[in-house]
C-alpha cells in the first residue's frame, strides 16, 4: 500500500467515524424532539381546556348579569 492509498484510506476512516458520531447525535434529536412534540400536545390540550373553562365562566357571567338588570 502506498503512501497515497493509506492516506486516502485514513480519511475515509475519519469520515465514517465523522458520520457515526453524526448519526448517533441525530438519534438524540430526534429523541428530544419526540419528547417536545408530546409536551405541545399537552401544553395545547391544556390551553384548550382553559378557554373552554373561560367561555363557561363567560356565559355564567353573561346569565347573572341578566338577572341582576332584571331585578332591578
Do not use: P
Not at 492509498?5 to 453524526?22: C, H, P, Q, T, W
Amino acid at each position: 500500500m502506498n503512501d497515497f492509498e493509506r492516506a486516502l484510506l485514513d480519511n475515509v476512516k475519519a469520515i465514517r467515524a465523522s458520520m457515526a458520531k453524526s448519526s448517533g447525535d441525530m438519534a438524540g434529536v430526534l429523541a428530544e424532539m419526540t419528547t417536545m412534540r408530546r409536551d405541545l400536545g399537552q401544553v395545547t390540550q391544556a390551553v384548550v381546556a382553559q378557554q373552554a373553562d373561560l367561555v363557561t365562566l363567560a356565559e355564567r357571567i353573561g346569565r347573572i348579569e341578566a338577572r341582576l338588570e332584571t331585578d332591578r
